[in-house]
Nanobody, 127 residues
Framework: QVQLVESGGGSVQAGGSLRLSCVASGRSASSYTMGWFRQAPGKERQFVAAISWSSWSGGSTKYADSVKGRFTISRDYAKNTVYLQMDNLKSEDTAVYFC?????????????????WGQGTQVTVSS
C-alpha cells in the first residue's frame, strides 16, 4: 500500500510558475513509477508527465505534448518525493492535479496502469 500526498497548488497569472510536490509513503514507495495527471471541470482526467524508477530505463520521463518544454518532472529518492515544475503556465493548465504511483513498469501515460492516487491539488491560472 502506498499513500500519496500532493502540495504546491495555487493561483498564478499566465506566464508564471508553480512547483507541485508529491510525497509517497509506504512499502517500497521509492521503487514505483510516478505520474502526474490533471482534470479540468467537466473533462476527463488526462496524463501530464511520468518518471520511472531508476532501474527502469535509467529513470526515464514521459510528457504530454501540451506540456513539453514547459513542465519538468523529477524525483528525490531520499525524500520519496516527486516534483512537477510548471513554467510558462497557461489558462488551459487550470485543473486539479493528481499524483499517481505504478508499482511496475516504465514511465507510462496510461491512467489504468496506476494503482495508487493522491487527493489532488488545485492549480488555477488566470489570463
Amino acid at each position: 500500500q502506498v499513500q500519496l500526498v500532493e502540495s504546491g497548488g495555487g493561483s498564478v497569472q499566465a506566464g508564471g510558475s508553480l512547483r507541485l510536490s508529491c510525497v509517497a509513503s509506504g512499502r517500497s514507495a521509492s521503487s514505483y513509477t510516478m505520474g502526474w495527471f490533471r482534470q479540468a471541470p467537466g473533462k476527463e482526467r488526462q496524463f501530464v508527465a511520468a518518471i520511472s524508477w531508476s532501474s527502469w530505463s535509467g529513470g526515464s520521463t514521459k510528457y504530454a505534448d501540451s506540456v513539453k518544454g514547459r513542465f519538468t518532472i523529477s524525483r528525490d529518492y531520499a525524500k520519496n518525493t516527486v516534483y512537477l515544475q510548471m513554467d510558462n503556465l497557461k489558462s488551459e493548465d487550470t485543473a486539479v492535479y493528481f499524483c499517481a504511483a505504478d508499482n511496475w513498469g516504465p514511465a507510462t501515460a496510461l491512467l489504468t496502469d496506476y494503482e495508487y492516487w493522491g487527493q489532488g491539488t488545485q492549480v488555477t491560472v488566470s489570463s
